[in-house]
Nanobody, 113 residues
């Protein structure tokens, strides 16, 4: 399985970005996927869970600002991020929630003025 994240970049506080992650080499719709991020000097954390049944869960720090979605036909998950804050600066990854596959390269999001 290969995961390819894209869409990151530099944005000022309060700005928006939309990330994409395409999975290849696997059946996709049966898996619960997740978005993760790893800030400098910190552990990687799961921030959004996209359950195979359709429910989407968010950690408190991104709730109301981030919106996850998935397109099973395209084997892609998306993360639309609004009202970005400096503390959102991190490398963002997607992966299966349980028994993660090999990690992709991630996509860097930098929020600064």
């Amino acid at each position: 399985v290969e995961l390819a994240e894209s869409g990151g970049g530099w944005v000022q506080p309060g700005g928006s970005l939309t990330l994409s992650c395409v999975a290849s080499g696997t059946v996709f719709d049966i898996h619960t996927m997740a978005w993760y991020r790893q800030a400098p000097g910190k552990e990687r954390e799961m921030i959004v869970t996209l359950w195979s049944a359709g429910q989407i869960d968010y950690i408190d720090s991104v709730k109301g600002r981030f919106t996850g979605s998935r397109d099973n036909a395209k084997k892609t998950v998306y993360l639309h991020m609004n009202d970005l804050k400096s503390e959102d600066t991190a490398v963002y990854y997607c992966n299966r929630m349980r028994d993660p596959w090999t990690w992709g390269r991630g996509t860097q999001v930098t929020v600064s003025s």
